[in-house]
């Protein structure tokens, strides 16, 4: 895969736009902005191309997974109108596709390759309880996998204090039940992310979250 991106002036741009989150320095700083856009963009397409060996992203483009750098300030306490990351949901139908996808954000000290259930509808987060109670051999092949232990550790999220209703807080399986959430998560330091062949070790952690990603996904698109 040729090199056909620079990411040092999206982690450049990014630290000036977190120790300055208002609109007359991003203003000021417009140009430096669209020019890390460009290079993102260029990223995702980058990324799309290689993971597309092994998964099918139908028409969706590079714009169509990327998200906003605005924040929606509506109902929120913090009302600084722009986030300090650059973020894009590389799936099938892009950033609100329910379908199984890889999320890359680029940040200052906070940048990660993620998927799985973040913010499930209750139908989503039932179905997936009930699937892992009455059947959890499938899923606990996908995380007990080697690779899969490599490339993420444990599966993250939120989760409850005691058994959800309906479940007996004795179930084999009650660590499982308890999530709130379901999230494989690899974090980058500034360095690996500026280091050569950055895109080729997302591309394997891509390959190792797709059985996860998957499995997640049908819960999602069959519970909204």
């Given at each position: 895969m040729p090199v056909d991106y620079d990411l040092k002036p999206i982690l450049t741009f990014l630290a000036g736009l977190k120790r300055n989150t208002h609109k007359p320095w991003f203003e000021a700083h417009r140009a430096e902005y669209d020019a890390a856009r460009a290079e993102f963009e260029a990223f995702v397409a980058h990324l799309m191309s290689a993971i597309g060996q092994f998964e099918d992203f139908g028409a969706t483009t590079p714009p169509g997974c990327i998200f906003r750098l605005n924040r929606d300030v509506r109902f929120s306490k913090d009302k600084t109108p722009y986030k300090t990351h650059f973020a894009a949901y590389i799936s099938n139908g892009g950033r609100k596709s329910l379908k199984g996808g890889y999320y890359l954000q680029l940040t200052p000290g906070g940048s990660m390759l993620a998927g799985g259930m973040h913010s499930p509808s209750p139908a989503a987060l039932g179905a997936f309880r009930e699937r892992i109670a009455a059947d959890p051999a499938p899923f606990l092949r996908i995380v007990q996998n080697r690779a899969?232990?490599?490339?993420?550790?444990?599966?993250?999220?939120?989760?409850?204090?005691?058994?959800?209703?309906?479940?007996?807080?004795?179930?084999?399986?009650?660590?499982?039940?308890?999530?709130?959430?379901?999230?494989?998560?690899?974090?980058?330091?500034?360095?690996?992310?500026?280091?050569?062949?950055?895109?080729?070790?997302?591309?394997?952690?891509?390959?190792?979250?797709?059985?996860?990603?998957r499995y997640i996904a049908a819960f999602e698109a069959g519970g909204r």
């Open positions: 899969f232990r490599q490339a993420f550790g444990d599966v993250q999220g939120e989760r409850l204090k005691t058994a959800p209703q309906g479940f007996d807080r004795d179930h084999p399986q009650i660590a499982w039940l308890q999530l709130k959430q379901a999230i494989a998560q690899h974090d980058f330091s500034n360095a690996e992310v500026l280091a050569p062949g950055f895109d080729k070790d997302l591309v394997k952690l891509a390959k190792a979250m797709q059985p996860f990603s």
